[in-house]
């Protein structure tokens, strides 16, 4: 089977180490082919972003190598990048009160981005429950104590 798709040539180099990596067969049955011919070209990475799991459904570290490197092999020489920040983001976090509204749109983003995204954000953010725990406790014993 040939596919017809106007790429140009850091995308076919990034779609040949893909390729190789998953096989000729995953790659026409899945959604990455779909994403070239609608040339999502967001879509693309994300999907080629998605196959990092072994098996057992475990990470596996070289993929995620690998991926990234196919992800921005593929998009070199993309006029614009659509990952470009627009800092839509940083602004939220500066303006966040925890309104109802606010906690909504956090949970939808949250339920909509990839899991090894939003794992490696945490990591990097260094969400940790320790300070919160302490706060919690000191809160509880100034309303018990009172």
């Not at 303006?95 to 906690?103: D, F, S, T």
């Not at 956090?106 to 990097?124: D, G, H, K, M, T």
Request: glycine share 6%; with cysteine.
């Amino acid at each position: 089977m040939k596919l017809n798709l106007g790429l140009d040539g850091s995308m076919r180099q990034a779609l040949i180490s893909f390729i190789h990596s998953i096989g000729w067969e995953p790659f026409l049955y899945s959604r990455v082919v779909d994403c070239l011919e609608r040339e999502d070209f967001c879509g693309v990475t994300e999907e080629i972003g998605r196959w990092i799991f072994d098996g057992d459904h475990k990470v596996i570290g070289g993929l995620l190598d690998r991926r990234r490197e196919e992800i921005n092999l593929f998009l070199q020489e993309v006029d614009a990048n659509p990952w470009a920040s627009t800092e839509v983001l940083l602004k939220a976090f500066r303006n966040y009160a925890a309104a109802p509204h606010q906690v909504r749109a956090i949970r939808q983003l949250e339920e909509s981005i990839n899991p090894y995204v939003l794992s490696e954000f945490a990591n990097n953010f260094q969400i940790d429950d320790e300070p919160w725990d302490s706060f919690w406790d000191n809160e509880a014993e100034t309303l018990f104590d009172s």
